[in-house]
């Protein structure tokens, strides 16, 4: 495991890359990060991703400055569908796919705010798959994902913030013909797949108004289902 710099059209991008075990080559997977952006916790996520046999990176979008000063463009950035942040997914995948020790099978996951950059570039660059973890919606989503890849995707029931959208997101999937696994779990919150804590007083308030880390666990089988789903969809050519 280690930090490394990804090139990034004019830039470079820092960015956490972790490695399995063995000898590749490893389908791959761009893990896009929540609101608070690189944490401890979200390298953790690249961990668990490389311990199922997935080369796999986190780009720091923020580009190591704090928080609190980048979420508020990067989620209109998600919100508008394209920025910088869209460019560098899709660099990182293109650095990602070129490496001599990946198959060139790139999947990309994120978590909330990244679970909404993932929905969108699920339609609009070259993945095999994505994993869609409490993601807002696109607007129109019928016509927005209509040239998806394939989609794994968990929402909690009792997340304030994105009441209907898992069953939005179903329908908007199956009126398009995209392959996807969509699940709700009930009296699960936000963030209830990892392990994140929101940073000073936002705490409290997080776990009031979002329910998050509420229904942590359910988080198991939701691992299970994005295995079992990149493992069909991005492992695939490298196990045939």
Same mark, same amino acid.
């Given at each position: 495991m280690s930090d490394i710099m990804i090139p990034a059209g004019d830039r470079e991008l820092p960015g956490y890359l972790a490695v399995p075990d063995g000898e590749g080559p490893w389908p791959a997977v761009v893990i896009v990060f929540e609101a608070f952006g690189a944490t401890a916790d979200m390298r953790a996520q690249a961990?668990? #991703? =490389?311990?199922?046999? /997935?080369?796999? !990176?986190? %780009?720091?979008? /923020?580009?190591? =400055? %704090?928080? !609190? +000063?980048? !979420? +508020?463009?990067?989620?209109? $950035?998600?919100?508008?569908?394209?920025? %910088?942040? /869209?460019?560098? !997914?899709? =660099?990182?995948?293109?650095w990602l796919a070129a490496r001599d020790d990946c198959t060139g099978d790139v999947g990309v996951c994120g978590f909330c705010m990244g679970g909404g950059f993932a929905l969108v570039a699920a339609a609009k660059y070259d993945f095999q798959a994505a994993a869609v973890n409490y993601g807002m919606l696109p607007s129109r989503p019928d016509e927005a994902l209509r040239e998806a890849c394939p989609i794994v995707a968990s929402y909690g029931g009792a997340d304030p913030t994105l009441r209907r959208a898992a069953a939005k997101l179903d329908r908007a999937l199956t009126a398009g013909g995209v392959p996807h696994d969509v699940k709700e779990y009930p009296g699960a919150g936000h963030g209830f797949l990892t392990e994140t804590e929101a940073p000073g007083l936002l705490g409290p308030v997080t776990k009031i *108004?979002?329910?998050?880390?509420?229904?942590? $666990? &359910?988080? %198991?089988? *939701?691992?299970?289902?994005?295995? *079992?789903? #990149?493992? *069909? &969809?991005?492992a695939k050519k490298s196990t045939t």
């Open positions: 961990d668990r #991703f =490389a311990s199922r046999g /997935y080369l796999a !990176v986190l %780009p720091d979008f /923020y580009g190591g =400055a %704090p928080w !609190v +000063r980048c !979420v +508020r463009k990067a989620v209109g $950035e998600m919100r508008a569908g394209r920025g %910088p942040i /869209y460019d560098a !997914v899709d =660099a990182t995948r293109a *108004a979002f329910g998050l880390g509420k229904g942590r $666990e &359910h988080a %198991p089988v *939701a691992w299970d289902r994005i295995f *079992a789903f #990149f493992d *069909a &969809h991005v």
